[in-house]
T-cell receptor, first 116, second 111 residues
Framework: GAVVSQHPSRVICKSGTSVKIECRSL??????MFWYRQFPKQSLMLMAT?????????EQGVEKDKFLINHASLTLSTLTVTSAHPEDSSFYIC????????????FGSGTRLTVV | TQLLEQSPQFLSIQEGENLTVYCNSSSVFSSLQWYRQEPGEGPVLLVTVVTGGEVKKLKRLTFQFGDARKDSSLHITAAQPGDTGLYLCAGARPGNTPLVFGKGTRLSVIA
């Protein structure tokens, strides 16, 4: 199977600090990973597409300087929320694509970020 | 623009009833996936449909992909409280492109 590990599952940070969220593909290589944000009782909203070894592609309205994405290896992508504010509090989910099949997506278990 | 229209958004039914969730689009997808998500967790894949007209069954859940690969439905027979959750449909396109998600259907099955 394809397993994606996301860490941490929960994090509370003070306003103004930065938080890093890791997304690892445990048993496969993921050339492409995706980062989503989910507000309460809503669907997933795509933030950015992360390709190994290149810059991430951000969706319209997502600040690339605030949400730094690094995909330095085929098994790890990180999302850093810089200078976090309470409005950044949300559920962040990563997804990794195995190969190039149109049905090879696996999701992490999500990270609940609370900025106080 | 919501590329995948999912309906209904909310559904509250009694245990034992049947229900159908619909996912419609004007776009053609390579495949369509259905997920179920519990609070505080990531989406868990239920099924992937790839071929137009395909029907897949998972116990009491029946998934169908439209002939033109633009729409899909999820039918649950004799719903149980354990079926409660957020159901998401997502369409995939060729290449390393992200899934297109519907808005989700929040199902509540009351015992």
């Amino acid at each position: 199977g394809a397993v994606v590990s996301q860490h941490p599952s929960r994090v509370i940070c003070k306003s103004g600090t930065s938080v890093k969220i890791e997304c690892r593909s445990l048993d496969f290589q993921a050339t492409t990973m995706f980062w989503y944000r989910q507000f309460p009782k809503q669907s997933l909203m795509l933030m950015a597409t992360s390709n190994e070894g290149s810059k991430a592609t951000y969706e319209q309205g997502v600040e690339k300087d605030k949400f730094l994405i690094n995909h330095a290896s085929l098994t790890l992508s990180t999302l850093t929320v810089t200078s976090a504010h309470p409005e950044d509090s949300s559920f962040y989910i990563c997804s990794a694509m195995k190969g190039q099949r149109s049905y090879g997506y696996t999701f992490g278990s999500g990270t609940r970020l609370t900025v106080v | 623009t919501q590329l995948l229209e999912q309906s209904p958004q909310f559904l509250s039914i009694q245990e034992g009833e049947n229900l159908t969730v619909y996912c419609n689009s004007s776009s053609v997808f390579s495949s369509l996936q259905w997920y179920r998500q519990e609070p505080g967790e990531g989406p868990v894949l239920l099924v992937t449909v790839v071929t137009g007209g395909e029907v897949k069954k998972l116990k009491r859940l029946t998934f169908q992909f439209g002939d033109a690969r633009k729409d899909s439905s999820l039918h649950i027979t004799a719903a149980q409280p354990g079926d409660t959750g957020l159901y998401l449909c997502a369409g995939a396109r060729p290449g390393n492109t992200p899934l297109v998600f519907g808005k989700g259907t929040r199902l509540s099955v009351i015992a």
